[in-house]
């Protein structure tokens, strides 16, 4: 394995770290995942004095890696986001076959259990049960290696008798791009993430946000959006409902939002790696 190879590296060595899932999340689901994600965890803490300066993607991330004995210089620095990429047309199958007067909810990112699909699940019952029969959750991302947990998640959604719940599967990235277009709601209810591409995602189409206040999240969303502590569906389910219907709340919401998505210009991240590698060379 090239991590146990590392340190003989005639050079100095940088990392770039985004994080591992804990490995308890899987035991349950997949035992070939559970074992490579603490294989990788074990890796990253036997790397703990072999690197010269380390770029975490999060200030979350820049904690673990001191947790596990990290004493380089760490600095933090987001995911690069080439937004022009969104430049593109979505699917127009999928947003003629959803041409409707639906809310839409929805959360993208694999079928996982550190994701907590079942906590969105039960906010988007309560949702459709108390406040909108006329509602649609969009769980967007596979399942491939975890189809234990999906079918968990199929019968949760059969015990509560929850309607209109669409599992895309893997989608294209036309089709990702529709998503976002049909999107009212965006809900992250994920307890593990080291970033979260998809929260700068659902910001810059102008998706509004709601977002457990867990791992690297409010780092990520840097005060924009809806953080919540707790998970109570009904509250949630209420939050929701507010967005739909206050359009002043919507509105700042929104103009909250676009702002922080200038922090995550591709320019400004470029400068600012661009940056810390030339300071890293002259060192």
């Known amino acids: 394995k090239i991590s ?16 591992i899932t804990p490995s308890e999340y899987f035991s349950e689901y997949n035992n070939s ?27 979350f991330n820049r904690l673990d890696l001191i947790s596990y004995g990290y004493k380089c210089p760490i600095d933090v620095i987001p995911v690069i986001i080439p937004f022009s990429i969104y430049d593109r047309n979505p699917s127009k199958e999928l947003l003629h076959e959803y ?22 699940i039960a906010a988007f019952f309560c949702y459709q049960k108390y406040y909108n029969k006329k509602s649609r959750l969009f769980l967007v991302g596979n399942w491939e290696g975890m189809e234990q947990y999906y079918s968990r998640l199929r019968d949760y959604i059969n015990v509560l008798g929850v309607e209109n719940v669409v599992f895309s599967g893997h989608a294209s990235f036309d089709e990702v791009l529709s998503y976002y277009s049909l999107a009212d709601v965006f809900l992250c209810m994920s307890e593990h993430e080291g ?41 949630i389910a209420g939050l929701i409902n507010a967005i739909n219907t206050d359009q002043a709340l919507r509105t ?7 702002e922080r998505v200038k922090a995550f210009a591709y320019e400004t991240v470029r400068g600012q790696i661009v940056e810390f590698l030339a300071h890293f060379i002259r060192r």
Do not use: W
């Open 4 to 19: 146990y190879m590392i340190e003989k590296f005639p050079c100095r060595k940088l990392m770039v770290y985004h994080n």
């Open 33 to 59: 995942t559970y074992r490579l994600v603490l294989d990788g965890l074990d890796q990253v803490k036997y790397l703990h004095d072999k690197f010269d300066y380390c770029l975490a993607v999060s200030e």
């Open 99 to 120: 041409n409707d007067d639906y809310k839409n909810l929805l959360f993208l990112g694999r079928i996982s259990p550190n994701k907590k699909q079942e906590d969105i």
């Open 195 to 235: 970033f979260c591409v998809p929260l700068v995602e659902a910001m810059y189409f102008d998706v509004p946000v709601i977002a457990r206040a867990s791992a690297a999240i409010p780092s990520t969303l840097g005060g924009a959006g809806i953080m919540i502590k707790e998970k109570e569906p009904h509250f």
């Open 252 to 258: 700042h919401i929104l103009n909250v939002q676009q």
